[in-house]
Structures are given as structure tokens and as C-alpha cells.
Nanobody
Framework: VQLQASGGGLVQAGGSLRLSCAASGLAFSIYNMAWFRQAPGNERDLVAAVTWSGSSTFYTDSVKGRFTISRDNAKNTVYLQMNGLKPEDTAVYYC???????????????WGQGTQVTVSS
């Protein structure tokens, strides 16, 4: 199983980035997918998640209204559109795939390598 995250970078506050995570080696369409982030010295926290069917999504409060998670099962890819970025969004962003508790870190079995997002003020 491989999850390849991309799209991170350096952006000014208020700007936008789109993260992508291409999955291979698993039956993508039956896996819940999520984006987590981890800043230095902090725990890895759930940012957004989408169920295997795409019918339900979850966002942590701090990103509601700014971030959008979506998936394309035909392309085995999950996306995170990030608008209105703030310096506190700076972190390494990880995509993850799992089949159990989709709102919990423990529900995810496979992880990507992470992509750095840096938001300057």
C-alpha cells in the first residue's frame, strides 16, 4: 500500500493550496480517507475526513468553512482544498486510509509520507 501526498508549499496568509493524495495497492473505494496534520512539538491531529462512499465528511472546528475534503474513486485520489490559510495552519499534512472509526486516528491503518504546508504572516 502506498499513499503519495503532494501539493504542499509556502504560501502567504489568506492564500490557498490544494493537497492531493494518490493511493495504490488497496481497494480505495472501500476505505475512509482523511487528512491529519502535525506541527512541531504537537500531536498529530485530524483535520478532515471523508467516508468511503463520499457521503459524509468531517472537519475539525478550526478549518470549517475554509477547507474542503473530496475524493475521486475513479482516480484513487483524495484532495484537501485549503482556502484562507492562516499561520496556525502551518504543519506537515498526512493523508491516511482506514476502514473503522473514521473520526479517530486509531481508525487509520495506512499513512502517506507527509507534505509540508507553511503559511507566512
Amino acid at each position: 500500500v502506498q499513499l503519495q501526498a503532494s501539493g504542499g508549499g509556502l504560501v502567504q496568509a489568506g492564500g490557498s493550496l490544494r493537497l492531493s493524495c494518490a493511493a495504490s495497492g488497496l481497494a480505495f473505494s472501500i476505505y475512509n480517507m482523511a487528512w491529519f496534520r502535525q506541527a512541531p512539538g504537537n500531536e498529530r491531529d485530524l483535520v478532515a475526513a471523508v467516508t468511503w462512499s463520499g457521503s459524509s465528511t468531517f472537519y475539525t472546528d478550526s478549518v470549517k468553512g475554509r477547507f474542503t475534503i473530496s475524493r475521486d474513486n475513479a482516480k484513487n485520489t483524495v484532495y484537501l482544498q485549503m482556502n484562507g490559510l492562516k499561520p496556525e495552519d502551518t504543519a506537515v499534512y498526512y493523508c491516511a486510509a482506514g476502514r473503522t472509526n473514521w473520526k479517530s486516528l486509531r481508525g487509520y491503518d495506512y499513512w502517506g509520507q507527509g507534505t509540508q504546508v507553511t503559511v507566512s504572516s
